[in-house]
């Protein structure tokens, strides 16, 4: 076991350095540089840049440069000094700006991941006991309309309702008062305020699909020969279900970990964008709209390696949850 | 429709020169220095928060934070009380203009608020030479930095010669200042007055000063900013370059001291200003609100003497959709606002909430003279297209056959007249045909000049075939996510066009990539709103072919001139005569001269009618909450006048 | 074994059916009962043939507007289906006024201009299915210079109804292709690694790692500023779409080959094994149907994952834009304050999607408890 976490630990260097330059390419695809972007952004609201400024920004940040030229001093930046390059727009450091946002992304989509779980996993397995039964097709039901709603118009309307019918504040994760201010009980607090509406919305619209393969999972796994027989041992029908099919049935879930969370953050980013969360999403999105090179590459870069250590805890869990499957 | 425009109540007067108002100017000046006696028992003219830490000793007494002369605000509707804090909206990304707009706009001048006359501001007075090349600025002795540091010709002379010189942080000077290719030599005179000499006359210098891009000269303090250039500070340089995570020494410098329009500008709470507020939370990245508040050192005071601004603070918060901005505007979560927010499509929505938000409606006069420009790529790549393009006929055929009042009926709920370009009705520099001509609707009109013109075989879908066959198509950009109300148009200018056998496909495409299509004339054709509707000298392109990112009908000819022939397409003879005129009126500081020359370029813009629109841009909007007075009713709207800021926020203040 | 199951009558005539019946027909009678299924087969069905020909379900052309009814409220609440006694229905004609102040739209009732309904009406010029030039429609007001407006009409007067019709064209066709793409290139490659396991499973799988950690939102950037600038926008979406897949296959992979990991050393596909069967016949004649239903879930799921998709790529003004009418593009054109205070009627398409991918969800429940092959 030691063994297979070391070799794939050893593959993500150089899976990281494709993805750092596909990140690379990807974000130079658009036509264009961050210089005209930022003029583009400017003129919308009838601003002008002095003229000689735009050729001035783009020499400074080294846009002029051939692409390779461009990567190469970027990735001998990460890899010599940690130094991940420094924001365009901002004009600070990338990392100093993904971290802090880092953090609330992880505490968003973690509640997310953990209330979509919490949901999930028990109405799957009730909706495949009692298959076709009112409780199935209520939570069905529930769960689809759900899935159906796109989630920003959901955001958008609760906003609209809570702020103007009932006066509430909901957009960010803080009120007024308590966002510049230290970590404290009342913080905490008022954190857990905001935070339930878009982790509401988020698991909304994520919980309908796992229940859905969840039920599916455990509907093809009780009708095993080894279901029957454990029944026809008189094993009682809770310890029946949790012991042997529930155990198979969770695993396409664990093959899910994965992808869960970059996909939680691209999802989260609509929802963000709508409630103006200091997540990663909006940023994220910012930055790829200004064509923010490095910053959007840097936050790129970290989703990817989030994604290789989700697939290795998964494949980890995987052997774990199932003896079947052997690590080589 | 008159009511749509600012009623200039000082029309410029064709006689007076730029002399004549700066006469005007030293009289203010004059009586700003009555305005301000250092009174004793005075003990209302600062905000009590101020008057506390000048009696714990914190701070020094009033006199000594005020210059000898402060520049004397007359408040809008009264005197105002201090207290309170104005809350205001931002966009996530790239607003760093929404706080220059309302807290930055301290340059030498200022505009008035009818966007005619430029004021003393920073400046108490000025002295111009006879040919407009050399200027003489007086400040006002014993202003302070909001660190309380004095500010004086100390700090202009270093950033011309030290920042805006200095190829560490500037490769090239800003445009502004460079006439015939170089910056002005600023020389002290004294400690309170500087001279700025230019290579060359330099009519419009005072209205440059008074727009964003002329604030240089009042941006940068010596004693901070001189610690992160090498000639002032080259020990301490790499330390504090580690620190602040940069490679350069002109990152560091933009990093800590900012630039006009960068983010940066906002994000260093150490930096002094000459602002009314000065940056208590940073405008950083992943930042979800900016705070502001008082500078103690703040050099204007009312007609009653007591220091402004009135207001503690501003509470900017970052919303990342601006639908968000308009849910605080209507729930009255929002103080005063007016960007993001001011499209004509929302005004019935924000109207009709203003009693529950408890806020009214302040008018803000759009500086744009058309709404929807449509230019025609005159310098197309393809030889066909541009023959079609260039031809003037053509482009007659195409305005008399857009049915303007239903455009303006459906998507600009009728505010808004039938029009072309150029100067606003109410602007002393109106030209009846350039604006009027070839507006009425006529579609047999069209239809003969298209039969004339040679295409008059049509497809099967009714189309008009060109003589080599090829069906009458070209492709309209439109920037979607910029310009929402332009699609809606573009889509009604499809059926008219359609109606007369003219077939477009309205391009919706992302902005960079419409920049860069534009940028080398890659483009058929595009829509963009038309400028100089208040400001006609300054953003003339529409008229005159000079800017390479503005004349977008011609870009190579643009090209072609800014580069004085290096580069792209030597244009026809009415350009050239065009921009000969405008290189005149540009040079001369005389109002009336000016105005004969540009009269001049536009009688040949109208006869060559290169470009043509739907409507004049309509006015917009702002809110403000109803217990924020001293808001004016009017305002301009327009980024040389960066509203609201040269209304004077500093002399808002909340009733209780 | 579940509860209708058990509940049905095993009488020997049906045994009989049943043992004679093939898959396919096994397969329809275990999915005729499940109710929802059913109802979710036949509003997909409906929502198709709007798709092949929404003209002729539409009362007035989607993209025409028209600047006497903008905001025009919706009239399905004030249908009057009696006239002087007998079954006529119609809606009096609207006026439009503006107030002067606000600039807000009202819109009076004037009830002395009587719009009458009919079906199989004639209006606008439409090609029907693309091929011949028709005007009848289903049904719309009997004077075809009139109009009426069941759900209202938008910011420039379209009519909203035949914009949601217009819409589900795009919607419901486009993404039906990605999904099937994704879909077997996830089946084959997943099959192969799981089964083979080993070198061919590690490259897979490092593969399916790195295309996953590639984040969709700066692909869709990226590709979307990318294509071409003169494809008409809809093919622009389709290769979106195709590129989405190919991007979505390596999902399905990584589960397929989850279950084959674990159906590898099942005593059926030993059996076989034994009994020297080729490879491919192992992978698709006995591994690939014992999971069949966990497909058919993550297909049904796809299909209106992708309408979803859509959406929100139209939300972040990357995917169709205006004037392409699906019905991404109108809700976002909905997505606005403006519209939820004052015209709330412009969220009709919402609902549409709603409809739309409840039917696929239920539909493709069905299919796959009706897949099951433990079921009977």
């Not at chain 2, 005072?206 to 004693?223: D, V």
């Not at chain 2, 009728?414 to 109410?426: A, C, K, L, M, N």
């Not at chain 3, 009732?109 to 010029?125: A, C, H, M, N, T």
């Amino acid at each position: 076991m030691l063994g297979f976490i070391v070799k794939r630990l050893m593959w993500m260097i150089p899976s990281l350095f494709v993805v750092s330059f596909l990140a690379f390419v990807l974000i130079q695809l658009p036509p264009g540089d961050y210089v005209t972007t930022y003029i583009a952004t400017l003129a919308a609201s009838n601003e002008i840049v002095d003229q000689t400024a735009a050729a001035d920004l783009r020499a400074r940040f080294g846009l002029d440069q051939p692409f390779i030229v461009q990567y190469a001093m970027w990735v001998t930046g990460i890899v010599t000094r940690g130094d991940f390059g420094l924001s365009f727009e901002w004009q600070q450091p990338v990392s100093g700006l993904i971290w802090e946002r880092m953090a609330f992304t992880l505490l968003v989509t973690g509640s997310t991941l953990l209330l979509t779980w919490a949901l999930a996993f028990p109405i799957g397995v009730y909706s495949a006991v009692r298959q076709y039964s009112i409780g199935d097709y209520f939570f069905t039901f529930l769960g689809f309309l759900g899935l159906a709603i796109p989630s920003f118009l959901l955001a958008l309307v609760m906003m609209y309702i809570a702020v103007v019918e009932f006066g509430q504040e909901v957009g960010g994760l803080f009120s007024d008062r308590f966002v510049n201010a230290p970590w404290s009980w009342a913080k905490v607090e008022d954190l857990l305020k905001h935070l339930w509406v878009p982790v509401v919305i988020l698991a909304t619209n994520g919980t309908a699909s796992l229940i859905r393969i969840m039920r599916a999972n455990m509907l093809d796994e009780l009708h095993r020969p080894y279901v029957t027989t454990a029944r026809a041992k008189g094993l009682s029908e809770f310890r029946l279900l949790v012991k042997y099919p529930c155990r198979l049935a969770i695993n396409p879930f664990i093959s899910t970990i994965g992808w869960l969370l970059p996909n939680l953050i691209s999802g989260a980013l609509i929802v963000g964008v709508v409630l103006s969360l200091p997540t990663a999403g909006p940023l994220l999105l910012q930055a790829l709209m200004a064509q923010d090179m490095y910053l959007a590459g840097a936050f790129i870069l970290l989703m990817c390696g989030l994604t290789l250590i989700g697939t290795l805890i998964s494949d980890i869990l995987l052997a774990l949850v199932d003896p079947r499957i052997r690590l080589e | 429709m008159e009511r749509q425009d600012m009623k200039e109540e000082h029309p410029r007067d064709p006689h007076v020169t730029r002399r004549g108002f700066m006469s005007g100017a030293a009289g203010l000046a004059a009586a700003s220095v009555v305005a301000a006696p250092a009174g004793a028992q005075a003990p209302a003219r600062e905000a009590p928060d101020l008057a506390q830490a000048v009696q714990a000793g914190r701070l020094p007494p009033l006199a000594q934070r005020l210059p000898q002369n402060p520049l004397v605000v007359t408040p809008v509707e009264r005197v105002g009380t201090y207290g309170g804090t104005i809350r205001r909206g931002l966009r996530g990304s790239a607003d760093h203009n929404g706080i220059l707009r309302m807290v930055g706009n301290q340059g030498l001048t200022r505009w008035n608020l009818e966007f005619t006359d430029v004021l003393p501001n920073v400046a108490e007075r000025w002295e111009v030479s006879q040919d407009s090349s050399e200027y003489t600025f007086y400040l006002r002795p014993g202003m302070k930095w909001s660190d309380g540091q004095p500010f004086g010709a100390d700090d202009i002379v270093f950033t011309f010669e030290d920042v805006l010189a200095n190829s560490e942080v500037y490769r090239s000077p800003p445009a502004i200042f460079v006439i015939a290719g170089r910056l002005p030599t600023v020389t002290k005179v004294n400690d309170s007055t500087v001279r700025f000499k230019f290579a060359g006359p330099y009519g419009m210098l005072l209205q440059q000063l008074a727009t964003p891009l002329g604030q240089h000269p009042t941006l940068f303090a010596k004693h901070y900013a001189s610690r992160f250039l090498t000639k002032y500070n080259a020990a301490g340089l790499p330390e504090l370059m580690r620190a602040a995570g940069v490679q350069t020494v002109g990152d560091l410098f933009r990093a800590k001291c900012g630039d006009i329009e960068i983010p940066a500008r906002w994000g260093n709470p150490e930096k002094p200003t000459l602002d009314p507020w000065v940056v208590a939370d940073p405008y950083v990245g992943g930042a979800t609100r900016v705070t502001m508040r008082r500078n103690p050192y703040f050099w204007q005071v009312d007609t009653e003497g007591k220091q402004l601004p009135y207001i503690d603070g501003i509470n900017f918060s970052i919303a990342q959709d601006v639908e968000s901005l308009m849910l605080d505007v209507i729930s009255g979560r929002m103080d005063i606002q007016e960007r993001h927010i001011d499209t004509l499509q929302n005004k019935p929505t924000v109207a009709q909430n203003a009693q529950r938000g408890n806020y009214r409606l302040f008018e803000t006069v759009n500086a744009n003279s058309q709404q929807v420009v449509v230019y025609l790529n005159q310098t197309h790549k393809d030889a066909t297209m541009r023959a079609i393009f260039q031809n003037k006929e053509f482009r007659e055929a195409l305005s008399v056959a857009i049915n303007r009042q239903e455009i303006i009926e459906i998507v600009y709920l009728g505010q808004s007249e039938p029009w072309q370009i150029g100067p606003r009705p109410t602007h002393p520099w109106y030209h009846e045909r350039l604006s009027r001509q070839n507006t009425e609707f006529n579609p047999a009109k069209a239809n003969q000049i298209l039969d004339r013109l040679g295409y008059n075989r049509r497809n099967a879908q009714r189309i008009r075939l060109r003589p080599d066959g090829q069906p009458l198509f070209f492709a309209v950009d439109v920037i979607p996510t910029l310009y929402p109300d332009q699609v809606d148009v573009l889509e009604l200018l499809k059926r008219h066009w359609a109606e007369v056998g003219v077939d477009v496909k309205v391009n919706t495409i992302e902005r960079a990539l419409f920049f860069t299509r534009t940028d080398s004339y890659d483009h058929d054709a595009m829509v963009w709103p038309g400028p100089g509707g208040l400001e006609p000298i300054t953003a003339a392109w529409d008229a005159i072919c000079y800017h390479p990112q503005g004349s977008r009908y011609a870009i190579a000819w643009a090209l072609w001139y800014a580069t004085n022939g290096r580069e792209g397409q030597e244009p026809p003879e009415s350009h050239k005569r065009r921009t000969r005129l405008y290189d005149q009126a540009l040079a001369t500081s005389d109002v009336r001269v000016q105005g004969e020359l540009m009269k001049q370029a536009f009688d040949l813009a109208a006869e060559s009618f290169d470009v043509f629109g739907i409507c004049l841009a309509p006015n917009l909007f702002g809110i403000a909450s109803n217990r924020l007075r001293n808001v004016p009713a009017r305002m301009p709207n327009a980024w040389s006048w960066p509203n609201p800021g040269p209304s004077l926020p500093q002399q808002y203040f909340f009733t209780s | 074994m579940s509860d209708t199951a058990a509940a049905a009558p095993a009488v020997d005539r049906n045994a009989a059916r049943f043992a004679a019946a093939s898959q396919w027909r096994l397969m329809w009678w275990s999915f005729r009962r499940h109710k929802l299924a059913m109802i979710g087969l036949f509003v997909t069905l409906a929502i198709y043939i709007v798709a092949l020909a929404p003209d002729f379900f539409s009362v007035s052309d989607p993209i025409r507007q028209n600047a006497r009814s903008v905001y025009h409220p919706p009239q399905i609440g004030l249908l009057h289906f009696f006239d002087e006694g007998s079954f006529r229905p119609h809606v009096y004609g609207m006026t439009l006024r503006r107030d002067p102040v606000t600039l807000a739209p009202t819109f009076v009732p004037d009830p002395s201009r009587k719009i009458y309904l009919g079906l199989f009406v004639q209006g606008y010029e439409y090609n029907l299915l693309g091929l011949f030039p028709v005007e009848t429609h289903l049904f719309g007001p009997v004077d075809p210079r009139q109009n009426i407006y069941l759900f209202g009409a938008d910011r420039l007067g379209r009519d909203v109804w035949s914009r949601i019709m217009a819409g589900a064209q795009i919607s419901m066709s486009i993404g039906l292709v990605g999904v099937f793409m994704s879909l077997l290139i996830g089946i084959v490659l997943g099959g192969i690694s799981g089964y083979y396991g080993g070198g061919i499973d590690f490259a897979i799988q490092r593969t399916i790692e790195f295309i996953l950690a590639l984040p969709q939102i700066p692909i869709w950037l990226a590709l979307a500023a990318a294509l071409p600038q003169n494809w008409p926008a809809t093919y622009t979406y389709f290769m979106i779409t195709v590129i989405l897949s190919l991007v979505g296959w390596a999902q399905l992979a990584r589960v397929v080959r989850g279950r084959f990991l674990s159906l590898r050393t099942e005593d059926f596909v030993v059996a076989a094994r034994l009994d020297g069967a080729s490879e491919m016949r192992i992978i698709f004649r006995q591994m690939l149907p014992s999971f069949m239903s966990h497909i058919v879930a993550s297909v049904t799921l796809a299909i209106p994952a992708m309408i979803l998709a859509e959406t929100a790529l139209s939300f972040l003004g990357l995917g169709l834009q205006p004037p392409v009418v699906s019905w991404g593009v109108l809700l976002r054109e909905a997505q606005n304050v403006r519209s939820i205070a004052t015209a709330p009627w412009l969220f009709a398409p919402g609902a549409a999607v709603v409809i739309a991918v409840l039917a696929l969800n239920f539909l493709g429940d069905g299919l796959r408890d009706a897949a099951d092959p433990y079921q009977k």
